[in-house]
């Protein structure tokens, strides 16, 4: 589905495909049992996913991965040159978390540096 805002279709984009889920579910009942015309829908549906998940459409990605066994989480605006990366020094993707989830458990502040 291409949605028919173009900035709505661009933070679409920049979407991880479970928040895209998302937006596609939230749309679709806003317009078909809501009622609302298909442009409005698509707007507010963003408008949600982007209230409940803040950082959603910042272009970052936190990534929990193994590094010579030993559990990190790395955070990246770049995720093909991340997985590239990661693959080149021998590490392994456990998983995309949540950027807020990743700092609230590392103790609501963390410091970051290169990778």
Known sequence: ??????????????????????????????????????????????LEVIRTNPLAVSGLVALDILLDGEPLTIVTADL????QHLQDCHA???????????????GMAVVLSAF
């Open 80 to 83: 093909p040159w991340a997985h």
């Open 92 to 106: 392994r993707v456990v998983a995309p978390i949540d950027l807020v989830n990743a700092v609230r458990r590392m």
């Open 1 to 46: 589905m291409t949605p028919v805002n173009p900035i709505v279709d661009f933070l679409l984009s920049r979407l991880t495909p479970d928040l895209r889920e998302a937006f596609e579910e939230r749309a679709g009942i806003m317009q078909f049992e809501a009622g609302h015309a298909r442009e409005l829908a698509e707007a507010l549906a963003m």
